[in-house]
């Protein structure tokens, strides 16, 4: 089955500073590949995911993340970050047997 | 569009006690799974089924029984609650072959 590893377990930054927060995975087969995200006391809402084509996928308020097969990893960017996206991170991969497993996620804190 | 529904929100036990969490979904999707989320692990799989009739096993399975009867409703079986399962419990939907997961709002559960 596949795996995910989330490198860093918190992150603390700055409001309007940059972000990346890291996920590799490990697979044998084709995969798909997601971000969730989860505010306080609140499921998971899909952030976005990667399928195939371009390997850069793109979120409606503002992330990003770039699947690169070579090393494994689909990170997660935001070139400046609000008070408002503090919240956990998970990252997801996915097979054709709909078996998806998830990272053990990424707490996200935004400081002004 | 109610999307996937759980039920109860919060649910107290005692050992050895039994329950049933609800999870029933309106979108005609067929893939619905259970996860279970302990800080520092994200979520774990416990048990997953891809379509009527059909069930299958996840990372952490044991002490916990499924069954699909409809396309609707996948409901969690604890037959002898432990301490060890206090968690929240994500009930989760998707079409097949890649889809992004819709998530319940969960279920907190403590077994004392």
């Known amino acids: 089955a596949q795996s995910v590893t989330q490198l860093d377990s918190q992150v603390p930054v700055f409001e309007e500073a940059p972000v990346e927060l890291r996920c590799n995975y490990s697979?044998?087969?084709?995969?798909?590949l997601f971000w969730y995200v989860q505010y306080p006391n609140q499921g998971l809402q899909l952030l976005l995911k990667y399928l195939s084509g371009s390997t850069l996928v793109e979120s409606i308020n503002g992330f990003e993340a770039e699947f690169n097969k070579s090393q494994t990893s689909f990170h997660l960017r935001k070139p400046s970050v609000h008070i408002s996206d503090t919240a956990e991170y998970f990252c997801?991969?996915?097979?054709?047997?709909?078996?998806?497993?998830f990272g053990a996620g990424t707490r996200l804190t935004v400081k002004p | 569009n109610a999307g996937v529904t759980q039920t109860p929100k919060f649910q107290v036990l005692k050992t050895g006690q039994s329950m049933t969490l609800q999870c029933a979904q309106d979108m005609n999707h067929e893939y619905m799974s259970w996860y279970r989320q302990d800080p520092g692990m994200g979520l774990r799989l416990i048990h997953y089924?891809?379509?009527?009739?059909?069930?299958d096993q996840g990372e952490v399975p044991n002490g916990y029984n499924v069954s699909r009867s409809t396309t609707e409703d996948f409901p969690l079986r604890l037959l002898s609650a432990a301490p060890s399962q206090t968690s929240v419990y994500f009930c989760?939907?998707?079409?097949?072959?890649?889809?992004?997961?819709?998530f319940g709002n969960g279920t907190r559960l403590t077994v004392t």
């Open positions: 997801a991969v996915g097979s054709n047997n709909n078996d998806m497993r």
């Open positions: 089924s891809v379509g009527a009739g059909i069930t």
């Open positions: 697979s044998s087969v084709s995969v798909y």
């Open positions: 989760a939907s998707s079409s097949l072959r890649g889809s992004p997961l819709h």
